[in-house]
């Protein structure tokens, strides 16, 4: 299996130099990594740019849900909500890369000169492959190629490049995904260098990585009954799990067997000694919990 080349991260470690890409399943994964992005820069000093036709305060993390008084920032400069006419669309309305360039080298250097200490940059392409008249994909893939050489190099400039991943097919995905760096995701719900849930979306659920341990039981208990609370069915990928004991074990079937007698709770990418213990405890018959898939192809990370 090949090693992916690119970086992932959360959105809170997101630094100038990195071209980051975001393909989302719908609006709450969308909202939860822009929405952190836009407000940390707004918190620290640094401008935000967003190109798109919504208004300011429909914007993730904008707006009076938040308490973050969007026309304040737009006096100072701060914050910068550009239409899409403005920034990227040539006189008949086409989508034209060589002025979105343009437009984020202004921004860019208008910002040294504003005294903001790096800027942060964000646009949704879904319009571009979903709408009549959008553009191809040779297009969207010359012009992300051509804001990596932008923004890789800088030392003020960070990026992500948002899509719904439903927009286009998923060769084209992969495709537009490759001209990236960087993956960025959700802020983990629980990361203290020993174990680190996050939250998925498409399956919805959560990536259980680490080690799952008796001091760690209560935090992976609330989060579990979080989630399966939200949404279900709840999908866990234990792709990277390095270890789980039994009373992690029992609270997995605790939790299965508190389910309606028509749901299941879903393990994903079982670890073979993972899946041994189950099947040694016979917790694999419950009617609760229900094997998953396999771990899949390293293509796909970021897409799925």
């Not at 995905?173 to 203290?192: S, Y």
């Not at 040694?280 to 771990?295: A, F, S, T, Y």
């Amino acid at each position: 299996m090949e090693t992916p080349w690119f970086a992932k991260r959360p959105v809170k470690d997101i630094r100038p130099g990195d071209h980051s890409w975001l393909a989302y399943s719908g609006f709450e994964e969308r909202d939860r990594v822009i929405g952190p992005f836009v407000r940390e820069g707004l918190d620290t000093n640094e401008k935000v740019v967003y190109v798109t036709d919504a208004p300011a305060e429909h914007l993730p993390g904008l707006g009076p849900r938040h308490r973050v008084d969007v026309h304040a920032y737009s006096r100072t400069g701060q914050l910068r909500v550009i239409s899409r006419r403005d920034a990227c669309l040539d006189r008949r309305g086409g989508f034209e890369p060589a002025r979105m360039l343009e437009t984020i080298g202004q921004e860019v250097d208008a910002a040294f000169g504003e005294g903001f200490r790096a800027v942060r940059l964000t646009t949704d392409y879904s319009w571009l492959l979903s709408e009549p008249g959008g553009s191809d994909i040779a297009e969207m893939l010359g012009c992300e190629h051509r804001v990596g050489d932008a923004v890789s190099p800088s030392t003020m400039a960070m990026a992500i490049c948002q899509i719904d991943r439903h927009a286009c097919p998923h060769d084209e995905l992969i495709a537009l995904r490759d001209t990236h760096e960087v993956l960025v995701e959700v802020n983990p719900e629980f990361d203290d260098g020993i174990l680190k849930i996050v939250r998925t979306f498409e399956p919805n659920g959560l990536r259980v990585e680490g080690e799952l341990d008796a001091a760690r039981h209560q935090v992976f208990a609330e989060k579990l009954a979080q989630v399966c609370l939200a949404r279900r069915p709840v999908h866990l990928d234990f792709a990277d799990l390095g270890f789980i004991d039994l009373g992690g074990l029992n609270l997995l079937a605790q939790q299965a067997t508190g389910l309606p007698a028509d749901e299941a709770l879903v393990l994903d990418h079982l670890p073979a000694d993972v899946e041994n213990v189950i099947e040694m405890v016979g917790w694999h018959r419950l009617p609760g919990l229900e094997r998953g898939r396999e771990r899949a192809f390293t293509e796909t990370e970021g897409i799925a």
